[in-house]
């Protein structure tokens, strides 16, 4: 079992976070944004950073390369999807990109956006970490997860067009 802390500060004990959100054992703030046959995409439940969009097989995966070829054309055509419906409705204009196959969770991207108050971390890969780890004390209020919801509502409504 592992523990995950939530963006509220709930902290969660499961065998897979992955698992537990795609089969709806727990329920993303918001809710989910869009899924496919072999993906789920949701607002990230630990940072409450609007449109930090993950993307998760639903098959329980941690590499790449064990995509089958109808998940990989999925998976591209949903990454692109997500990306254009950031940029078209909550104004992301830059998102770095994560993907790690020592995860605990399934296979999964992180699609962080780039804001103007995360400058003051740094542009580097070094400085989303503390960006996160800042929207997670800082960013949790009623009124921030109010516009967060909103954020995912315009999202799915765009990605289920």
Known sequence: MIKITLSNGKIVEVKCLSCALTSGLIEPDGGVVVETEYFHA?????????????????RHIKCFDELTEAEQLDYISLLAKIRKAQRKVLGIEHVYYFYNE??????????????????????????????LLHSRNHMNSEEHMKELRLAIKELTRELNN
Do not use: N
């Open 42 to 58: 949701h607002q990230d439940v630990a940072y409450p950073i609007k449109g930090l969009i993950i993307l998760a097989s639903k």
């Open 102 to 131: 020592d995860t605990t969770h399934h296979f999964h991207t992180w699609m962080v956006p780039r804001y103007e108050w995360m400058y003051e971390f740094g542009r580097s890969i070094e400085s989303v970490r503390p960006a």
